[in-house]
Protein backbone atom coordinates (compact mmCIF):
# COMPACT_ATOMS: atom_id res chain seq x y z
CA UNK A 1 0.00 0.00 0.00
CA UNK A 2 1.65 3.08 -0.77
CA UNK A 3 2.66 5.57 1.89
CA UNK A 4 0.39 8.41 0.33
CA UNK A 5 -2.65 5.91 0.75
CA UNK A 6 -1.87 4.31 3.72
CA UNK A 7 -1.86 7.97 5.50
CA UNK A 8 -5.06 8.72 4.11
CA UNK A 9 -6.86 5.45 4.99
CA UNK A 10 -5.42 6.47 8.34
CA UNK A 11 -7.11 9.80 8.56
CA UNK A 12 -10.70 8.05 7.21
CA UNK A 13 -10.61 5.26 9.83
CA UNK A 14 -9.56 8.46 12.55
CA UNK A 15 -12.74 10.87 10.93
CA UNK A 16 -15.23 7.82 11.60
CA UNK A 17 -13.76 6.79 14.71
CA UNK A 18 -13.94 10.29 16.39
CA UNK A 19 -17.82 10.87 14.60
CA UNK A 20 -18.93 7.69 16.35
CA UNK A 21 -17.47 8.45 19.50
CA UNK A 22 -15.16 5.55 20.06
CA UNK A 23 -11.85 7.14 20.69
CA UNK A 24 -12.56 6.61 24.31
CA UNK A 25 -12.18 3.05 24.00
CA UNK A 26 -8.78 3.53 22.28
CA UNK A 27 -4.94 3.58 23.73
CA UNK A 28 -2.98 6.40 23.97
CA UNK A 29 -0.44 5.79 21.25
CA UNK A 30 -3.48 4.92 18.98
CA UNK A 31 -4.64 8.59 19.29
CA UNK A 32 -1.64 10.14 19.06
CA UNK A 33 -0.65 7.89 15.78
CA UNK A 34 -4.43 8.84 14.48
CA UNK A 35 -4.11 12.58 15.53
CA UNK A 36 -7.25 12.16 17.67
CA UNK A 37 -6.35 13.52 20.75
CA UNK A 38 -8.60 16.97 19.98
CA UNK A 39 -10.64 15.36 17.69
CA UNK A 40 -14.64 14.88 18.59
CA UNK A 41 -16.25 15.19 15.01
CA UNK A 42 -20.53 14.33 15.82
CA UNK A 43 -19.70 12.26 18.56
CA UNK A 44 -22.03 13.60 21.07
CA UNK A 45 -25.08 13.32 18.11
CA UNK A 46 -24.18 9.28 18.64
CA UNK A 47 -23.62 9.26 22.37
CA UNK A 48 -26.94 7.94 23.35
CA UNK A 49 -26.03 4.20 21.49
CA UNK A 50 -24.52 1.56 22.71
CA UNK A 51 -20.65 0.97 21.73
CA UNK A 52 -21.86 -1.88 19.63
CA UNK A 53 -24.20 -0.10 17.50
CA UNK A 54 -21.50 2.59 16.96
CA UNK A 55 -19.02 0.29 15.58
CA UNK A 56 -21.33 -1.48 13.43
CA UNK A 57 -22.19 1.91 11.73
CA UNK A 58 -18.74 2.87 11.82
CA UNK A 59 -17.68 -0.58 10.19
CA UNK A 60 -20.55 0.42 7.69
CA UNK A 61 -19.22 3.74 6.39
CA UNK A 62 -15.69 2.47 6.40
CA UNK A 63 -16.73 -0.49 3.15
CA UNK A 64 -15.88 -3.73 2.25
CA UNK A 65 -13.27 -5.09 4.35
CA UNK A 66 -13.89 -3.38 7.50
CA UNK A 67 -18.45 -5.18 6.54
CA UNK A 68 -16.95 -8.45 5.91
CA UNK A 69 -14.77 -7.95 9.27
CA UNK A 70 -17.59 -7.68 11.54
CA UNK A 71 -19.37 -10.32 9.42
CA UNK A 72 -16.69 -12.37 10.39
CA UNK A 73 -16.69 -11.49 14.26
CA UNK A 74 -20.42 -11.76 14.14
CA UNK A 75 -19.79 -15.42 14.31
CA UNK A 76 -17.66 -15.45 17.10
CA UNK A 77 -19.21 -14.45 20.57
CA UNK A 78 -16.50 -16.77 22.01
CA UNK A 79 -14.10 -14.11 21.31
CA UNK A 80 -16.10 -11.00 21.58
CA UNK A 81 -19.07 -10.22 23.70
CA UNK A 82 -22.27 -11.79 22.93
CA UNK A 83 -24.23 -8.38 22.30
CA UNK A 84 -21.63 -7.37 20.06
CA UNK A 85 -21.71 -10.36 18.29
CA UNK A 86 -25.55 -10.17 17.56
CA UNK A 87 -25.14 -6.05 16.35
CA UNK A 88 -22.63 -7.29 13.48
CA UNK A 89 -25.19 -9.99 12.08
CA UNK A 90 -26.88 -6.32 10.75
CA UNK A 91 -24.16 -5.33 8.72
CA UNK A 92 -25.29 -5.41 5.04
CA UNK A 93 -22.77 -5.60 2.08
CA UNK A 94 -25.03 -3.95 -0.48
CA UNK A 95 -23.04 -3.72 -3.50
CA UNK A 96 -23.86 -1.97 -6.80
CA UNK A 97 -22.29 -3.74 -9.56
CA UNK A 98 -19.41 -2.74 -11.70
CA UNK A 99 -20.41 -1.63 -15.21
CA UNK A 100 -19.47 -4.19 -17.42
CA UNK A 101 -16.92 -1.75 -19.16
CA UNK A 102 -14.76 -2.10 -16.41
CA UNK A 103 -15.23 -5.77 -16.37
CA UNK A 104 -14.62 -6.99 -20.02
CA UNK A 105 -11.12 -6.11 -20.31
CA UNK A 106 -10.56 -7.96 -17.45
CA UNK A 107 -12.21 -10.81 -19.05
CA UNK A 108 -10.35 -10.38 -22.14
CA UNK A 109 -6.92 -10.47 -20.08
CA UNK A 110 -7.40 -13.26 -18.58
CA UNK A 111 -9.08 -15.42 -21.66
CA UNK A 112 -6.26 -13.84 -24.04
CA UNK A 113 -8.81 -13.63 -26.78
CA UNK A 114 -11.59 -11.68 -27.60
CA UNK A 115 -15.05 -12.52 -25.84
CA UNK A 116 -16.89 -13.65 -29.16
CA UNK A 117 -13.89 -15.96 -29.83
CA UNK A 118 -15.05 -17.83 -26.40
CA UNK A 119 -18.31 -17.71 -25.69
CA UNK A 120 -21.48 -17.73 -28.29
CA UNK A 121 -23.25 -15.14 -26.08
CA UNK A 122 -22.10 -13.36 -22.88
CA UNK A 123 -24.86 -11.65 -21.24
CA UNK A 124 -23.70 -7.95 -20.12
CA UNK A 125 -26.53 -8.01 -17.09
CA UNK A 126 -24.46 -9.77 -14.23
CA UNK A 127 -26.06 -12.47 -12.55
CA UNK A 128 -25.07 -11.37 -9.29
CA UNK A 129 -22.59 -8.90 -7.84
CA UNK A 130 -20.61 -9.05 -4.39
CA UNK A 131 -18.13 -6.81 -3.26
CA UNK A 132 -15.20 -8.86 -4.11
CA UNK A 133 -16.69 -10.11 -7.72
CA UNK A 134 -19.50 -10.23 -10.06
CA UNK A 135 -21.05 -13.39 -11.72
CA UNK A 136 -22.47 -13.31 -15.38
CA UNK A 137 -24.24 -16.21 -17.74
CA UNK A 138 -22.58 -17.03 -21.17
CA UNK A 139 -22.79 -19.79 -23.85
CA UNK A 140 -19.83 -21.58 -24.45
CA UNK A 141 -19.09 -21.09 -28.52
CA UNK A 142 -17.71 -24.87 -28.81
CA UNK A 143 -20.23 -26.71 -26.82
CA UNK A 144 -23.10 -24.34 -26.42
CA UNK A 145 -22.92 -25.52 -23.10
CA UNK A 146 -24.43 -22.78 -20.46
CA UNK A 147 -21.77 -21.58 -18.30
CA UNK A 148 -21.27 -19.20 -15.02
CA UNK A 149 -18.25 -16.68 -15.48
CA UNK A 150 -17.24 -15.33 -12.06
CA UNK A 151 -14.56 -12.40 -12.29
CA UNK A 152 -12.85 -10.59 -9.40
CA UNK A 153 -13.21 -6.76 -9.60
CA UNK A 154 -10.33 -4.60 -10.53
CA UNK A 155 -8.65 -2.93 -7.41
CA UNK A 156 -9.97 -4.72 -5.08
CA UNK A 157 -7.23 -7.18 -3.73
CA UNK A 158 -4.85 -3.84 -3.71
CA UNK A 159 -7.78 -1.71 -1.20
CA UNK A 160 -8.49 -4.83 0.98
CA UNK A 161 -5.07 -6.09 1.84
CA UNK A 162 -4.16 -2.39 1.91
CA UNK A 163 -7.55 -2.10 4.57
CA UNK A 164 -5.90 -5.72 6.33
CA UNK A 165 -2.41 -4.37 6.32
CA UNK A 166 -3.81 -1.36 8.55
CA UNK A 167 -6.45 -3.91 10.08
CA UNK A 168 -3.26 -5.77 11.87
CA UNK A 169 -1.54 -3.15 12.46
CA UNK A 170 -4.20 -1.50 14.97
CA UNK A 171 -4.40 -4.72 16.80
CA UNK A 172 -1.11 -5.53 17.64
CA UNK A 173 -1.26 -2.02 19.34
CA UNK A 174 -4.56 -2.68 20.82
CA UNK A 175 -2.81 -5.86 21.73
CA UNK A 176 -0.26 -4.71 23.45
CA UNK A 177 -1.80 -1.29 25.71
CA UNK A 178 -5.52 -1.99 25.39
CA UNK A 179 -6.83 -2.77 28.38
CA UNK A 180 -9.48 -4.54 26.56
CA UNK A 181 -6.82 -6.94 25.38
CA UNK A 182 -7.49 -8.95 28.96
CA UNK A 183 -10.45 -10.17 26.99
CA UNK A 184 -10.06 -9.90 23.93
CA UNK A 185 -7.51 -11.09 21.60
CA UNK A 186 -7.10 -8.53 18.82
CA UNK A 187 -4.46 -10.01 17.24
CA UNK A 188 -6.10 -13.42 17.25
CA UNK A 189 -8.97 -11.94 15.25
CA UNK A 190 -6.98 -9.59 13.09
CA UNK A 191 -5.36 -12.89 11.95
CA UNK A 192 -8.08 -14.89 11.31
CA UNK A 193 -9.57 -12.33 9.37
CA UNK A 194 -6.51 -11.70 7.07
CA UNK A 195 -6.24 -15.40 6.32
CA UNK A 196 -10.08 -16.24 5.31
CA UNK A 197 -9.74 -12.85 3.11
CA UNK A 198 -7.18 -14.57 1.24
CA UNK A 199 -8.77 -17.62 0.67
CA UNK A 200 -11.79 -15.46 -0.79
CA UNK A 201 -9.32 -12.95 -2.95
CA UNK A 202 -8.00 -16.50 -5.20
CA UNK A 203 -10.56 -17.94 -7.22
CA UNK A 204 -8.27 -20.78 -8.10
CA UNK A 205 -9.05 -21.73 -4.17
CA UNK A 206 -12.76 -22.10 -5.09
CA UNK A 207 -11.95 -24.13 -8.41
CA UNK A 208 -9.95 -26.59 -5.94
CA UNK A 209 -12.76 -26.58 -3.80
CA UNK A 210 -15.20 -27.47 -6.11
CA UNK A 211 -13.10 -30.49 -7.59
CA UNK A 212 -12.21 -31.32 -4.38
CA UNK A 213 -16.05 -32.08 -3.52
CA UNK A 214 -16.71 -33.68 -6.41
CA UNK A 215 -13.92 -36.33 -5.93
CA UNK A 216 -15.27 -36.36 -2.42
CA UNK A 217 -19.14 -37.45 -3.27
CA UNK A 218 -18.47 -39.06 -6.33
CA UNK A 219 -19.67 -42.41 -5.42
CA UNK A 220 -22.83 -44.15 -6.63
CA UNK A 221 -24.57 -43.11 -2.76
CA UNK A 222 -24.52 -39.56 -3.63
CA UNK A 223 -26.10 -39.51 -6.92
CA UNK A 224 -28.27 -36.94 -6.16
CA UNK A 225 -25.96 -34.41 -4.89
CA UNK A 226 -23.94 -32.03 -7.50
CA UNK A 227 -21.24 -29.25 -8.12
CA UNK A 228 -20.52 -27.20 -10.70
CA UNK A 229 -17.99 -28.73 -13.53
CA UNK A 230 -15.06 -26.22 -14.00
CA UNK A 231 -13.39 -25.12 -17.30
CA UNK A 232 -9.85 -25.28 -16.21
CA UNK A 233 -8.63 -24.37 -19.61
CA UNK A 234 -10.51 -21.08 -19.01
CA UNK A 235 -9.95 -20.48 -14.95
CA UNK A 236 -7.04 -18.11 -13.04
CA UNK A 237 -6.97 -16.38 -10.04
CA UNK A 238 -9.44 -13.50 -11.45
CA UNK A 239 -11.77 -15.63 -13.34
CA UNK A 240 -13.90 -18.84 -13.19
CA UNK A 241 -15.88 -20.52 -15.82
CA UNK A 242 -17.73 -23.03 -14.66
CA UNK A 243 -20.75 -24.77 -15.76
CA UNK A 244 -24.32 -23.46 -14.33
CA UNK A 245 -26.29 -24.83 -12.14
CA UNK A 246 -30.10 -25.24 -12.84
CA UNK A 247 -32.60 -25.92 -10.10
CA UNK A 248 -35.30 -24.07 -8.00
CA UNK A 249 -34.20 -21.77 -4.72
CA UNK A 250 -35.95 -22.69 -1.62
CA UNK A 251 -37.86 -19.66 -1.88
CA UNK A 252 -38.86 -21.69 -5.38
CA UNK A 253 -39.72 -25.16 -3.62
CA UNK A 254 -43.09 -26.63 -4.36
CA UNK A 255 -45.54 -28.05 -1.39
CA UNK A 256 -44.12 -31.66 -2.46
CA UNK A 257 -45.78 -34.59 -1.62
CA UNK A 258 -43.72 -37.64 -0.21
CA UNK A 259 -42.20 -39.77 -2.90
CA UNK A 260 -42.77 -37.15 -5.55
CA UNK A 261 -39.87 -35.31 -7.82
CA UNK A 262 -39.81 -32.36 -4.73
CA UNK A 263 -39.97 -34.48 -1.58
CA UNK A 264 -39.02 -32.11 1.06
CA UNK A 265 -38.31 -35.19 4.15
CA UNK A 266 -36.03 -36.77 1.74
CA UNK A 267 -34.02 -33.34 0.71
CA UNK A 268 -33.30 -32.36 4.30
CA UNK A 269 -32.47 -35.64 5.53
CA UNK A 270 -30.02 -36.02 2.61
CA UNK A 271 -28.75 -32.44 3.41
CA UNK A 272 -27.93 -32.89 6.52
CA UNK A 273 -25.96 -36.62 5.31
CA UNK A 274 -24.41 -34.53 3.49
CA UNK A 275 -23.16 -32.10 5.56
CA UNK A 276 -22.25 -34.67 8.17
CA UNK A 277 -20.08 -36.53 5.63
CA UNK A 278 -18.16 -33.64 5.02
CA UNK A 279 -17.44 -33.14 8.81
CA UNK A 280 -17.19 -35.85 10.23
CA UNK A 281 -15.75 -38.56 7.50
CA UNK A 282 -13.98 -36.46 5.26
CA UNK A 283 -13.09 -33.73 7.14
CA UNK A 284 -13.59 -31.13 3.97
CA UNK A 285 -16.83 -28.78 4.21
CA UNK A 286 -18.57 -26.21 2.87
CA UNK A 287 -18.30 -23.32 5.06
CA UNK A 288 -21.19 -20.64 3.62
CA UNK A 289 -24.10 -23.39 3.00
CA UNK A 290 -26.60 -20.54 2.78
CA UNK A 291 -30.12 -20.71 0.86
CA UNK A 292 -28.48 -18.56 -1.57
CA UNK A 293 -25.78 -21.76 -2.41
CA UNK A 294 -28.41 -24.16 -2.63
CA UNK A 295 -30.40 -25.75 -5.95
CA UNK A 296 -33.01 -27.86 -5.94
CA UNK A 297 -33.90 -30.49 -8.37
CA UNK A 298 -35.99 -32.97 -9.86
CA UNK A 299 -35.73 -35.97 -7.72
CA UNK A 300 -35.16 -34.65 -4.31
CA UNK A 301 -31.65 -33.48 -5.62
CA UNK A 302 -29.53 -31.19 -4.26
CA UNK A 303 -26.79 -28.70 -5.67
CA UNK A 304 -24.06 -26.63 -4.15
CA UNK A 305 -22.07 -24.06 -5.62
CA UNK A 306 -20.10 -21.10 -4.38
CA UNK A 307 -17.28 -23.32 -2.80
CA UNK A 308 -14.66 -20.18 -1.99
CA UNK A 309 -15.25 -20.68 1.86
CA UNK A 310 -14.33 -24.60 3.68
CA UNK A 311 -12.56 -25.38 5.99
CA UNK A 312 -10.83 -28.66 7.26
CA UNK A 313 -10.43 -30.55 10.26
CA UNK A 314 -8.05 -33.15 10.92
CA UNK A 315 -9.14 -36.37 12.12
CA UNK A 316 -8.14 -35.56 16.09
CA UNK A 317 -10.37 -32.44 15.61
CA UNK A 318 -13.52 -34.76 13.63
CA UNK A 319 -13.41 -37.31 16.66
CA UNK A 320 -13.87 -34.40 19.44
CA UNK A 321 -16.47 -32.68 17.31
CA UNK A 322 -18.11 -36.07 17.61
CA UNK A 323 -17.54 -36.31 20.87
CA UNK A 324 -19.60 -33.29 21.64
CA UNK A 325 -22.54 -34.25 19.71
CA UNK A 326 -23.01 -37.67 21.28
CA UNK A 327 -22.53 -35.74 24.54
CA UNK A 328 -25.02 -33.16 23.86
CA UNK A 329 -27.72 -35.47 23.07
CA UNK A 330 -26.81 -37.50 26.85
CA UNK A 331 -26.81 -34.03 28.13
CA UNK A 332 -23.27 -34.94 29.72
CA UNK A 333 -22.06 -31.58 30.46
CA UNK A 334 -19.12 -32.36 32.17
CA UNK A 335 -17.65 -34.03 29.07
CA UNK A 336 -18.31 -30.95 27.27
CA UNK A 337 -16.66 -28.77 29.49
CA UNK A 338 -13.76 -31.21 29.04
CA UNK A 339 -13.72 -31.22 25.23
CA UNK A 340 -13.95 -27.28 25.42
CA UNK A 341 -10.96 -26.94 27.54
CA UNK A 342 -8.52 -29.77 25.53
CA UNK A 343 -9.48 -27.71 21.96
CA UNK A 344 -8.96 -24.23 23.52
CA UNK A 345 -6.29 -22.57 22.01
CA UNK A 346 -6.45 -20.11 24.96
CA UNK A 347 -3.68 -20.88 27.80
CA UNK A 348 -5.57 -18.82 30.45
CA UNK A 349 -6.50 -20.76 33.67
CA UNK A 350 -9.85 -22.09 33.86
CA UNK A 351 -12.34 -22.76 36.98
CA UNK A 352 -13.96 -26.15 35.69
CA UNK A 353 -16.59 -26.18 38.69
CA UNK A 354 -18.05 -23.04 36.82
CA UNK A 355 -17.59 -23.91 33.50
CA UNK A 356 -19.26 -27.29 34.35
CA UNK A 357 -22.06 -25.50 36.10
CA UNK A 358 -22.90 -22.96 33.39
CA UNK A 359 -22.77 -25.92 30.95
CA UNK A 360 -25.70 -27.37 32.85
CA UNK A 361 -27.73 -24.54 33.30
CA UNK A 362 -27.90 -24.82 29.12
CA UNK A 363 -28.54 -28.09 28.93
CA UNK A 364 -31.19 -27.86 31.64
CA UNK A 365 -32.88 -25.01 29.59
CA UNK A 366 -32.77 -26.53 26.10
CA UNK A 367 -36.09 -29.01 25.33
CA UNK A 368 -36.39 -32.72 25.45
CA UNK A 369 -37.73 -33.00 21.60
CA UNK A 370 -34.50 -32.32 19.52
CA UNK A 371 -36.66 -31.08 16.82
CA UNK A 372 -37.73 -28.07 18.79
CA UNK A 373 -33.96 -27.31 19.43
CA UNK A 374 -32.57 -24.26 17.58
CA UNK A 375 -28.80 -24.54 16.87
CA UNK A 376 -27.82 -21.25 16.62
CA UNK A 377 -28.85 -20.02 19.63
CA UNK A 378 -27.27 -23.14 21.53
CA UNK A 379 -24.46 -22.07 19.81
CA UNK A 380 -24.67 -18.34 20.42
CA UNK A 381 -25.26 -19.43 24.62
CA UNK A 382 -21.97 -21.86 24.17
CA UNK A 383 -20.22 -19.11 22.71
CA UNK A 384 -20.89 -16.75 25.22
CA UNK A 385 -19.94 -19.06 28.32
CA UNK A 386 -17.04 -19.75 26.22
CA UNK A 387 -16.25 -16.15 26.24
CA UNK A 388 -16.83 -15.45 29.52
CA UNK A 389 -14.18 -18.45 30.91
CA UNK A 390 -11.98 -16.98 28.12
CA UNK A 391 -11.84 -20.55 26.03
CA UNK A 392 -11.24 -19.69 22.63
CA UNK A 393 -12.42 -22.44 19.87
CA UNK A 394 -10.56 -22.86 16.57
CA UNK A 395 -11.61 -21.24 13.90
CA UNK A 396 -12.65 -24.20 11.65
CA UNK A 397 -15.19 -25.12 14.71
CA UNK A 398 -16.95 -21.33 14.29
CA UNK A 399 -16.94 -22.18 10.66
CA UNK A 400 -18.42 -25.51 11.36
CA UNK A 401 -20.87 -24.64 13.48
CA UNK A 402 -22.21 -22.24 11.33
CA UNK A 403 -22.41 -24.18 8.38
CA UNK A 404 -24.26 -26.44 10.74
CA UNK A 405 -26.75 -23.62 11.92
CA UNK A 406 -27.73 -22.55 8.47
CA UNK A 407 -27.84 -25.73 6.85
CA UNK A 408 -30.28 -26.67 10.08
CA UNK A 409 -32.48 -23.49 9.47
CA UNK A 410 -32.86 -24.68 5.85
CA UNK A 411 -33.84 -28.08 6.20
CA UNK A 412 -36.33 -26.86 9.01
CA UNK A 413 -38.02 -24.71 6.45
CA UNK A 414 -37.96 -28.00 4.39
CA UNK A 415 -39.41 -30.23 7.42
CA UNK A 416 -40.48 -28.76 10.56
CA UNK A 417 -39.98 -31.86 12.62
CA UNK A 418 -35.98 -32.05 11.11
CA UNK A 419 -33.83 -33.19 14.20
CA UNK A 420 -30.47 -32.54 12.56
CA UNK A 421 -28.93 -33.96 16.04
CA UNK A 422 -30.08 -37.26 15.57
CA UNK A 423 -28.07 -37.30 12.08
CA UNK A 424 -25.13 -36.24 14.13
CA UNK A 425 -25.59 -38.44 16.74
CA UNK A 426 -25.72 -41.30 14.53
CA UNK A 427 -22.93 -40.53 12.69
CA UNK A 428 -20.80 -39.64 15.34
CA UNK A 429 -21.25 -42.94 16.86
CA UNK A 430 -19.90 -44.51 13.66
CA UNK A 431 -17.21 -42.19 14.13
CA UNK A 432 -16.13 -43.27 17.65
CA UNK A 433 -16.76 -46.72 16.99
CA UNK A 434 -13.70 -46.02 14.74
CA UNK A 435 -11.50 -44.85 17.55
CA UNK A 436 -11.19 -48.56 18.79
CA UNK A 437 -11.36 -50.76 16.17
CA UNK A 438 -8.51 -53.05 15.54
CA UNK A 439 -7.22 -51.46 12.48
CA UNK A 440 -6.96 -48.41 13.70
CA UNK A 441 -5.66 -49.48 17.46
CA UNK A 442 -2.83 -51.36 15.11
CA UNK A 443 -2.49 -47.92 13.22
CA UNK A 444 -1.67 -45.78 16.17
CA UNK A 445 0.30 -48.33 17.74
CA UNK A 446 2.66 -48.69 14.51
CA UNK A 447 2.87 -44.82 14.74
CA UNK A 448 3.82 -44.52 18.44
CA UNK A 449 6.02 -47.22 17.98
CA UNK A 450 8.19 -45.84 14.95
CA UNK A 451 7.70 -42.60 17.14
CA UNK A 452 9.48 -44.56 20.15
CA UNK A 453 12.32 -45.89 18.05
CA UNK A 454 12.93 -42.41 17.07
CA UNK A 455 12.84 -41.23 20.92
CA UNK A 456 15.16 -44.22 21.71
CA UNK A 457 17.77 -43.61 18.60
CA UNK A 458 18.05 -39.37 20.15
CA UNK A 459 18.18 -40.17 23.78
CA UNK A 460 21.73 -40.68 24.34
CA UNK A 461 22.74 -37.57 22.52
CA UNK A 462 19.46 -35.67 24.25
CA UNK A 463 20.70 -37.16 27.92
CA UNK A 464 24.31 -36.07 27.31
CA UNK A 465 23.64 -32.53 26.15
CA UNK A 466 21.44 -32.18 29.67
CA UNK A 467 24.12 -33.06 31.64
CA UNK A 468 26.51 -30.86 29.96
CA UNK A 469 23.79 -27.95 30.87
CA UNK A 470 23.82 -28.97 34.52
CA UNK A 471 27.63 -29.19 34.55
CA UNK A 472 27.55 -25.69 33.09
CA UNK A 473 25.15 -24.11 35.14
CA UNK A 474 22.87 -23.39 32.12
CA UNK A 475 20.26 -25.65 33.29
CA UNK A 476 18.05 -25.00 35.82
CA UNK A 477 16.65 -28.11 37.33
CA UNK A 478 15.31 -26.44 40.63
CA UNK A 479 12.26 -28.54 40.37
CA UNK A 480 14.24 -31.82 41.22
CA UNK A 481 16.54 -29.78 43.53
CA UNK A 482 13.10 -29.45 45.85
CA UNK A 483 12.17 -33.37 45.85
CA UNK A 484 14.20 -35.79 47.77
CA UNK A 485 16.20 -38.69 45.88
CA UNK A 486 13.49 -40.81 46.92
CA UNK A 487 10.51 -38.88 45.63
CA UNK A 488 12.25 -38.93 42.33
CA UNK A 489 12.69 -42.29 42.41
CA UNK A 490 9.15 -43.03 43.29
CA UNK A 491 7.86 -40.55 40.34
CA UNK A 492 10.21 -42.01 37.73
CA UNK A 493 8.73 -45.79 38.55
CA UNK A 494 4.84 -44.40 38.61
CA UNK A 495 5.92 -43.02 35.20
CA UNK A 496 7.25 -46.03 33.91
CA UNK A 497 4.59 -48.58 35.12
CA UNK A 498 1.83 -46.24 33.45
CA UNK A 499 3.96 -46.29 30.10
CA UNK A 500 4.78 -49.89 30.31
CA UNK A 501 1.15 -50.44 31.27
CA UNK A 502 -0.20 -48.55 27.79
CA UNK A 503 2.20 -50.57 26.05
CA UNK A 504 1.89 -54.00 26.96
CA UNK A 505 -2.37 -53.33 26.63
CA UNK A 506 -1.70 -51.85 23.07
CA UNK A 507 0.92 -55.19 22.02
CA UNK A 508 -1.97 -57.41 23.20
CA UNK A 509 -4.74 -55.71 21.29
CA UNK A 510 -2.93 -54.96 17.71
CA UNK A 511 -1.44 -58.35 17.60
CA UNK A 512 -4.60 -59.45 17.20
CA UNK A 513 -5.44 -57.28 14.18
CA UNK A 514 -1.81 -57.75 12.27
CA UNK A 515 -1.09 -60.67 10.00
CA UNK A 516 1.73 -59.30 8.34
CA UNK A 517 4.98 -60.91 9.79
CA UNK A 518 7.14 -58.17 10.18
CA UNK A 519 4.76 -56.16 12.17
CA UNK A 520 4.25 -58.86 14.17
CA UNK A 521 8.03 -59.43 15.61
CA UNK A 522 7.98 -55.48 15.85
CA UNK A 523 5.10 -55.91 18.23
CA UNK A 524 6.48 -59.20 20.24
CA UNK A 525 9.77 -57.08 20.51
CA UNK A 526 7.76 -53.87 22.07
CA UNK A 527 5.19 -56.29 24.35
CA UNK A 528 9.07 -57.95 25.65
CA UNK A 529 10.60 -54.74 26.26
CA UNK A 530 7.71 -52.94 27.88
CA UNK A 531 6.96 -56.13 30.51
CA UNK A 532 10.88 -56.34 31.03
CA UNK A 533 10.50 -52.82 32.24
CA UNK A 534 7.39 -53.09 33.70
CA UNK A 535 8.80 -55.82 36.20
CA UNK A 536 12.07 -53.88 36.74
CA UNK A 537 10.13 -51.19 38.52
CA UNK A 538 9.56 -53.67 41.51
CA UNK A 539 12.78 -54.38 42.34
CA UNK A 540 14.12 -52.41 45.15
CA UNK A 541 16.67 -49.96 44.89
CA UNK A 542 15.84 -49.62 41.14
Known amino acids: MAAFTRLKRFSEIGTVAAKYGLTAFMPRTLLHILKLEQKSGDEKSYRDLKLEERLRLAFEELGTTYIKLGQILS ?169 RMKGMKLSEMPAGEPGGAYDRKVIADRGSRMLMQMILVDGFFHADLHAGNIFFTENSGISIIDCGMCGQIDRYMREKIADIFTAFVVKDFEKVANVYIEISESSAPVNKVEL ?137 KMVTRISSAFMITGTIIASGSVTDSFYRYVIYCVFAFSTLAFITTFRKGQ
Not at 79 to 94: G, S, T, Y
Not at 96 to 124: A, G
Not at 200 to 213: A, C, G, P, Q, V
Not at 459 to 483: A, M, W, Y
Open 356 to 492: VKDIRKLFDSLPDDLSKINTAEMVAKTSAILFRHKLKVPREFTALFKSFSMLEGLCRELDPEFELMTVATRLSKEVLAQRYSPERIADDFFTLSVRLIDLLKTLPSNVSSIFDKIESGTLQHRFLILLSRSERVFIS
Open 75 to 243: LRSDVIPAQMAEEFKKLQDNVTPMPFTVIKPIIETELDSKIEDVFLSFNETPVAAASISQVYSAILKDTGEEVIVKVRKPGVVEKIKGDMEIILWIADIMQKTSSYSKNIDFKGIAEEFFWIMNQELDLMIEKSNTEKFAKNFSGEQWFWLAFPVMHGDLCTSRMLVME
